[in-house]
């Protein structure tokens, strides 16, 4: 019995003593049959296989089933409220099942086992205390055998067992034989459990590793939320996933999944963890398709809560500690997201009144001095000079030095205002070299810049946050995937403002998704435009590349 000493070492000291008790009864019931043995060692050691549990409770009903050649089997598990959360099965067609309305929830005998988990042999359902029936259209059901699982001291649901096909009686041997197989099957469970957290534990880090870095390559805080939503309701199954931030009492969309949101309010439970709400507590803007429960989970910076990640369910969602540390952790990445924006755009305006305080500079250096020398020229031509030709000469050189200050004047107050429309996110040439000189300042490359047509003067202020998207989206791809040796960034403004971002790199593989890309699709429909990508990979002989197009109509 080798493999049997191995069940008892893969178990808790409390399961391998639970294991022990089973066979010691299994051999009082005089059940040394080699067979038996052998079929219930090969029982066991089946339902041991595998790390995935929904295939591990399908294969413990069916092996269960088998081994005490019962006609009906099923699994329920038992849910946070105290019902059945899940239900596996086996015996019923899928002809029969379709005509018998819900699955158990946890009634009648089967709640019995909820209630008192130990091991329950029945001879007659219908007659016991507890039966509450069954429903219409279900095959008729009589003897009965039912046992816990336990898992780590806690039940995690129950094996029934119903019509024993070689005789008229679920018997003794049978009760020990199912509770042995329900030890191995808390054994399996608990290691399919053990998977299933790593695995998510896992696909959570990879959230958090992947998203966290977007705000240092310079992708767009918009879109960094956004996918950081769609990733979160593609993990905790979601309806729909926000992030929400609060300044002076206006609360801001700053990520969402599915269609955008118009939200001018939000007053969030006082709590530090995650809150499970009604919908209805929430504006209704933000419940969709179906959603009954929100989930708040707050975000915090230094001086508290600031905002908050709001995920709708259509059911009750029951978090555990791995999806919990999840949650905070996404949180945590958004805060210092948001956090990083800010001082960012801290930084610009500090790089804008810089340069002001410069422009102010060689205003007083140049131009007044310049001015206040004209002055002193004129003064003294009206001090009376005789001359005529010197007289016309010194108005000639006072003409001279006005046109000369006139021009300064004008490199100063367009230079203020571009640092001023830069201040406010709607100039195109000055904020494209900006973030070119951002994006690549680590890079082994630098991208060339080119401007066709008056870019400073025909772009409106509202594609101003779209044309951030596509530079900082599109150089980040090439700069960090494309291996190219040579970068070509072209702006283009006639009746079409046109951004072009072109490479020599290796091309993007057909097998490669970038949700960004689907991003400034997005963005270039919403402005009427188009956006397309040309790619072609890098052969032995061909030179590859990718030229990412976003173009939207400047005269409509």
């Not at 790390?51 to 089933?65: G, S, T």
Request: charged share 25%; net charge negative; proline share 4%.
């Amino acid at each position: 019995m080798d493999d049997a000493d191995k069940l008892l070492d893969a178990g808790s000291p409390m399961t391998a003593q639970r294991l022990r008790e089973t066979l010691d009864a299994l051999a009082t019931h005089g059940a040394d049959d080699p067979e038996l043995l052998r079929q219930l060692l090969e029982a066991v050691l089946v339902v041991g296989q595998g790390v995935e549990l929904d295939r591990a409770l399908q294969r413990i009903v069916e092996v269960a089933a088998g081994l005490v050649d019962a006609q009906y089997g099923a699994l329920g598990v038992r849910g946070p409220d105290g019902g059945l959360s899940e239900f596996v099965h086996i015996g019923i067609t899928e002809a029969q099942r379709a005509t018998m309305g819900h699955l158990p929830v946890g009634r009648g005998v089967l709640g019995l086992l909820i209630d008192d988990p130990r091991l329950h042999r029945i001879h007659d359902l219908g007659s016991h205390p507890t039966s509450v029936g069954f429903p219409p259209n279900h095959p008729p059901m009589r003897t009965f055998l039912g046992a816990p699982i336990l898992v780590r001291g806690e039940v995690f649901g129950s094996i029934y067992l119903t019509e024993k096909r070689s005789a008229d009686d679920f018997s003794e041997v049978d009760e020990t034989v199912v509770a042995v197989l329900a030890v191995a099957a808390g054994i399996a469970i608990d290691n399919a459990g053990l998977f299933e957290r790593a695995r998510t534990r896992h696909r959570w880090m990879q959230v958090l590793a992947r998203r966290g870095s977007e705000p240092l390559a310079g992708i767009a805080l918009s879109d960094t939320m956004s996918r950081m939503c769609v990733d979160v309701a593609d993990l905790v199954d979601a309806v729909d996933v926000f992030l929400l931030t609060e300044l002076d009492g206006e609360v801001e969309l700053r990520g969402h999944t599915g269609e955008r949101i118009e939200i001018d309010s939000f007053t969030a439970p006082h709590a530090n963890a995650p809150t499970v709400l009604r919908a209805g507590t929430i504006p209704p803007s933000l419940v969709r398709r179906g959603a009954r429960w929100t989930t708040v989970q707050p975000l915090q910076r230094a001086s508290g809560a600031f905002g908050w990640m709001l995920i709708t369910h259509r059911n009750r969602p029951y978090w555990d500690d791995e999806e919990i540390a999840g949650l905070a952790g996404v949180a945590e990445i958004a805060s210092l997201a948001v956090v990083y924006a800010e001082q960012q755009q801290i930084a610009r305006d500090l790089e804008v009144l810089e340069d002001r305080h410069r422009i102010a500079r060689d205003l007083h250096d140049h131009v007044i001095q310049r001015l206040f020398a004209v002055g002193m020229s004129v003064q003294t031509l009206l001090a009376g000079s005789t001359d005529p030709a010197a007289a016309t000469a010194r108005l000639e050189q006072i003409m001279t030095d006005l046109d000369r200050t006139i021009a300064q004047i004008r490199t100063s107050i367009f230079d203020l205002q571009t640092v001023t429309a830069d201040a406010d996110g709607s100039t195109l040439r000055r904020r494209v070299l900006d973030i070119v000189s951002e994006l690549s300042g680590h890079a082994s490359i630098s991208p060339s810049v080119q401007f066709d047509g008056p870019v400073d003067t025909v772009v409106p202020d509202t594609l101003g946050p779209h044309i951030d998207a596509v530079l900082r989206e599109g150089l980040s791809n090439a700069l960090r995937h494309a291996q190219a040796e040579h970068i070509a960034v072209a702006v283009r403004a006639d009746d079409v403002l046109t951004v072009e971002i072109t490479d020599d790199g290796v091309g993007i593989g057909t097998d490669v998704t970038y949700r960004g890309l689907e991003n400034l699709t997005r963005r270039a429909e919403d402005c009427d435009g188009t956006f397309s990508v040309m790619t072609r990979p890098r052969g032995n002989r061909d030179e590859g590349g990718t030229t990412l197009t976003w173009s939207v109509p400047l005269i409509g």
